[in-house]
Each structure stands twice: as structure tokens, then as C-alpha cells.
């Protein structure tokens, strides 16, 4: 495997790609030869700090395939035939090539003797990335919520005075009070 840039891996893409590696049993064919590369020159992010524009396990990505423009495609850990047509597994030599690379890269892989490019074109989606938007929007929210006074308003009322009755001085009738 050659390319301009080592891959950028999260903790759970190592771990995976680790179980996988130890499945193969130091097999020599080309997927085990660029997993163990992958591996061996991996830069490793928690998952809070792997950049945006990384492909990670369950990220959508447009890449050129020998100069043809492929997907977007989510990149999965499944295998199989009866994967739909928008995913690709990490179990294809495709699949992983594109794990760990970032917007703009290239890498090159050889299968049964054909040599391939793949160029990341765009991450459309990256699920550690959407995770920490969502995170600062609740956050954000949060502030915005706590801007507002949440206790309530309390008024107090008192009742209405009634008015008092005047009295004239030069009259000597003391009205209904005087009973």
C-alpha cells in the first residue's frame, strides 16, 4: 500500500480491524497484507478527537475508483453479498483502503495484480462528527435555556382599600356608623 498520508483510525476502527486481523491467522494475501499496514501506521483518535472530514466505521463518502467517480457509499463492518448497494464493507480491499483517509487523499492498492487509485472526493457524514454537532446544538441549548429566569414570577396582590367616607365637620348627623 502506498499513499501520501498515513491512516486515522478511532479507537473502536482499531479495535475492529484487530479482531478481523486476528481471524486471518498470518495470512500473506493482499486484504491481511493492507490491514496489518493499516494498522501498523495508524494514527489512533479518541473519538471526540478525530477530525470531521476522516472516514470512520458508518461514515458516507464519495471517492474516485481509478478516476471514476463512486458512491456515496457507507462504509460498514458487515460482510457479504446481500449488502445493499450503498454500503461497503471493510472486509473488501475497497472498503478498507478507504478507512482512516481523509478529503483529499489518495491511496493505491493491487489486487491479483491490478493496481487501483482511490481518491476521497467527500465525507458526506461522519457519525463521530454529527455526534459532537449534536452534542454542542444541547449544549448551546442548554445556555439559552438557562439565560431565562426559571423560577416563577411571583406577584403579590392585596386587596383593594375601600375608600373612606368623609365626614363634614359642620354636621352633626353621625350616619349609619353611629348605630
Not at 458487515?78 to 491511496?107: M, N, R
Amino acid at each position: 500500500m502506498s499513499r501520501e498520508y498515513f491512516s486515522q483510525l478511532t479507537t473502536k476502527d482499531v479495535f475492529i480491524l484487530t479482531t478481523i486481523l486476528e481471524r486471518y491467522d498470518n495470512q500473506a494475501d493482499a486484504f491481511a497484507t493492507l490491514l496489518r499496514e493499516k494498522l501498523n501506521h495508524a494514527t489512533v483518535y479518541f473519538r471526540d478527537d478525530i477530525p470531521g472530514d476522516v472516514v470512520t466505521l458508518n461514515s458516507r463518502v464519495t471517492y474516485r475508483l481509478n478516476g471514476q467517480i463512486k458512491g456515496p457509499h457507507l462504509v460498514v463492518q458487515c460482510q457479504g453479498e446481500d449488502l445493499p448497494d450503498y454500503a461497503l464493507s471493510i472486509h473488501t480491499l475497497c472498503g478498507l483502503s478507504l478507512l482512516g483517509l481523509a478529503e483529499g487523499e489518495k491511496t493505491a492498492i493491487e489486487d491479483n495484480g491490478k493496481r487501483q487509485t482511490i481518491f476521497i472526493e467527500a465525507v458526506e457524514f461522519q457519525p463521530e462528527a454529527n455526534l459532537r454537532l449534536r452534542e454542542q446544538d444541547a449544549a448551546f441549548s442548554r445556555t439559552q435555556r438557562q439565560a431565562v429566569d426559571p423560577s416563577p414570577q411571583v406577584l403579590k396582590f392585596q386587596p383593594k382599600q375601600k375608600p373612606a367616607i368623609a365626614r363634614r365637620p359642620d354636621d352633626d348627623d353621625p350616619g349609619p356608623f353611629a348605630a
